[in-house]
Structure formats: structure tokens, C-alpha cells
């Protein structure tokens, strides 16, 4: 028998799962991030263009590719790089939009909710 994973000598089984590895816990966190984001778009309450989208999009496809190190699967592997990749454009852009927003004496890009 395989003896358990273990980080800093405890063992990487979701407590209170009833033994779920803890990379399926890892990457189910990740789905459910990046489904609320498209939720909060859906719904108006975040901007597909906000600094909240595209980090909760950008952290969330981080999470499923830590999973998928563990189980790999390919094709699922390329579509989250890709939407890290995205979101971390999506974070680039935001940031130049707010310096050029300072720039000119405008008022910078909030992470409030916009519609």
C-alpha cells in the first residue's frame, strides 16, 4: 500500500471529506471561483473588464491547474493556462487603465461594482 502524501509531515486529505484528496479539494475551489465570477458578471454585479473578474478568474484556473498536476488531463490543462494567461492581461489592462487615468487627472478605475 502507497503510504499517503503528506505537506510538513501532515497528510493532504481534506479533513471532514470523507477522505477526498486534497488536489480534488484544491481544484473544486477553483471551479466554484470561477463559476461565482461568472455568476457576478451574469448578474451585473461585476464588470467583465473589473480587477475583480479577472483575479477571481486568474486565481480560480491557478487552483484547477494544481489539481490537474495531480490527475493530468491535457486538453483541461491548456483551456487554464489560457485563462490564467487572460486574466492575467485582464489585470494588466486594468492597472494601465488606472495609471492613465491618474495621469490625465481623471478618477482611476474602481473595484466597486460597475454595470
Known sequence: ???????????????????????????????LLILAAYLLVQTGRVSS???????????????????????????AIFIESAWVVISLYGVYRWYRRRGAASA??????STANRK
Do not use: C, K, Q, Y
Request: charged share 10%; hydrophobic share 55%; net charge negative.
Open 1 to 31: 500500500m502507497l503510504a499517503p502524501m503528506t505537506l510538513f509531515g501532515a497528510p493532504l486529505v481534506a479533513a471532514g471529506l470523507l477522505g477526498v484528496a486534497w488536489h480534488n479539494v484544491v481544484g473544486t475551489a477553483g471551479v
Open 104 to 109: 490625465h487627472g481623471e478618477r482611476p478605475p
Open 49 to 75: 473588464d473589473s480587477l475583480r473578474w479577472s483575479v477571481m478568474n486568474g486565481i480560480g484556473a491557478a487552483l484547477v491547474l494544481v489539481s490537474l498536476s495531480i490527475d493530468v488531463n491535457l486538453p
